[in-house]
């Protein structure tokens, strides 16, 4: 028997909270098993991608009626309340089907308890969450308090919470052209053509924008037409500004977006390598290229202790990093990064920078770009790159959208419509 869409959103939910898996993996491959039609995969989706939009006040909502702390529920408990109070509080579904179509896929043994909870939610809903604080902002927004509390040290305070909303909002479907198989153009007439309305984009040329969909279903996908690519890692690679002919390292690769527009920008003539640590994550590298034409060589390596000899005219180092940036994507990472775990990404970030360094040549350019906003993984990890590595000097390149020239960059959500991304740029002298 096929799952209803609330167990699929309620398994996804549940492993993605408890288990640290990433919704934007797992849910299209429950969706593939489930066996749903189109308007049960639609519900599956919203009740997922809401659900964990939402948890910091959902758990607030629960937490003030339950008996013990939401931390120590059952994950099957916390995912299955999780998911009824979103319904309750964010959609039109009407409250009693809200709770007994969730309860319906509780197990057993806890169907009482989760039903004597959205219940009691049903009947008493909280108010609106007012105030401004960081604790306010992060029960309207989804964003942890801890990560609010950093956007109030980079942004004026009348932009603290935009960000904070737009950072967990649901991002276009963002596609860059392989201009090594195709035209924009072509990209965009063929897209209307199927009754799309693609929008060409601000922060780069190459990059065509869609409300949703399944990129596999689009006119261009078997041929490598496009390579699905926000628009914030697009900006990366023209930071880089390789060359035909260039020997590029792309350090931290994977899933290989970057590795793709690299070795289309660089041509036949130059060579793109592009390592990553896991060998699952080296292989998605792997087939974007197959799939749009394109090579580089690929290996399994630890970026903070290379494979690899230098010299290399560009490197790149998209570090590891908390990735809040990502969050349109991937929900979760509202709230999932820890404020604890700030300093050992950002002395592992520094790591793979400095030995990353010491594979460029002279005159060569290095690029250090994370998809998160906390000081500690952007501007005072570039500092930390520079005090190791002297012979780094940072330099000065065009800005977001004709922006003025600049050492380091942002791009914001709320701003330029991108995912959130810190981009510094370095010459070795």
Not at 279 to 295: C, S, V
Not at 314 to 342: F, K, N, Q, Y
């Amino acid at each position: 028997m096929s799952p209803s869409a609330r167990q699929v959103a309620l398994e996804v939910i549940r492993r993605v909270s408890d288990e640290g898996a990433y919704s934007n993996r797992l849910l299209p491959a429950a969706l593939g098993r489930s066996g749903l039609d189109q308007r049960d995969r639609s519900l599956a989706t919203e009740l997922a991608y809401g659900t964990l939009r939402h948890v910091p006040e959902l758990d607030d909502a629960i937490g003030a009626r339950a008996a013990r702390p939401v931390a120590r529920m059952t994950p099957g408990a916390r995912a299955a309340l999780r998911l009824g109070a979103y319904q309750i509080l964010h959609t039109r579904i009407p409250a009693h089907a809200a709770v007994g179509e969730t309860v319906g896929v509780v197990v057993p043994r806890e169907r009482g308890f989760v039903n004597a909870i959205l219940r009691r939610l049903a009947k008493e809903p909280p108010a609106p969450p007012g105030g401004v604080d960081d604790h306010a902002i992060s029960l309207r927004t989804g964003m942890a308090p801890w990560a609010v509390g950093e956007l109030r040290k980079l942004l004026p305070p009348e932009e603290v919470e935009r960000a904070s909303l737009a950072s967990g909002e649901r991002g276009p479907l963002t596609l860059r052209v392989n201009t090594c198989r195709t035209t924009v153009d072509r990209v965009v007439t063929a897209f209307r053509e199927a009754g799309r309305t693609p929008e060409t984009g601000r922060i780069h040329p190459e990059c065509v924008l869609l409300r949703g969909g399944d990129p596999t279903s689009l006119p261009g996908w078997d041929e490598g037409w496009f390579a699905v690519q926000d628009q914030a890692s697009a900006f990366v690679v023209e930071t880089l500004a390789p060359e035909a002919g260039d020997r590029v390292l792309d350090a931290c690769a994977a899933p290989g977006g970057k590795t793709t527009f690299l070795a289309c920008r660089i041509g036949e003539g130059g060579g793109v390598i592009a390592g990553d640590l896991h060998p699952d994550r080296t292989a998605l590298i792997r087939a974007g290229l197959e799939r749009l034409g394109l090579r580089a060589l690929i290996l399994t390596h630890d970026a903070a202790r290379p494979a690899v000899r230098g010299p290399f005219d560009r490197v790149l180092v998209d570090a590891p990093c908390s990735g809040i940036g990502s969050a349109r994507r991937r929900p979760e990472l509202l709230w999932r990064p820890r404020r604890e775990e700030l300093s050992r990404l950002a002395r592992l970030q520094v790591e793979i920078a400095v030995a990353s360094a010491d594979l460029l040549r002279t005159g060569g350019r290095l690029v250090y770009s994370v998809c998160t906003f906390p000081r500690a993984e952007t501007d005072a990890a570039a500092d930390a790159i520079v005090r190791h590595r002297p012979g780094l000097v940072p330099i000065e390149t065009p800005g977001p959208e004709g922006s003025e020239p600049a050492k380091r960059h942002r791009l914001w959500p709320h701003r330029h419509g991108t995912d959130g991304m810190f981009v510094a740029a370095f010459q070795k002298s």
